[in-house]
Nanobody, 122 residues
Framework: QVQLVESGGGLVQAGGSLRLSCAAS????????MGWFRQAPGKERGFVAA????????DYTNSLKDRFTISRDNDKNMMYLQMNSLKPEDTAIYYC???????????????WGQGTQVTVSS
């Protein structure tokens, strides 16, 4: 059974930082592309960042690439999202996902976690 479990969310003031983690089990993690998506209230789930199995050329939503960094540790079956200089508009539920291609579309990912809430106060 595939499980993706996010952690590290919480309440932070604007300008602060958070590091999200995604723990994967039940799949050959090193063979999967991984992605982070987020969904704010009343909005569609949107792409944040993605990383290939071999950690070549991570992809980011343009507006986030200067503040967010995606990484993974294939030995530990873990993926991370370092978020710096957080803004109130970053408030959302953040989801990790596993798929065959490190693309911005949710359709590329077959496995999803339950999400972790990130709230940025002004």
């Amino acid at each position: 059974q595939v499980q993706l479990v996010e952690s590290g969310g919480g309440l932070v003031q604007a300008g602060g930082s958070l590091r999200l983690s995604c723990a994967a089990s039940g799949l050959a993690f090193s063979r999967y592309a991984m992605g982070w998506f987020r969904q704010a209230p009343g909005k569609e789930r949107g792409f944040v960042a993605a990383i290939t199995w071999n950690v070549i050329t991570p992809d980011y939503t343009n507006s986030l690439k200067d503040r967010f960094t995606i990484s993974r540790d294939n030995d530990k079956n873990m993926m991370y999202l370092q978020m710096n200089s957080l803004k109130p508009e970053d408030t959302a539920i953040y989801y990790c996902a596993a798929g065959t291609m490190a693309k911005p579309s949710t359709k590329e990912y077959g496995y999803w976690g339950q999400g972790t809430q990130v709230t940025v106060s002004s």
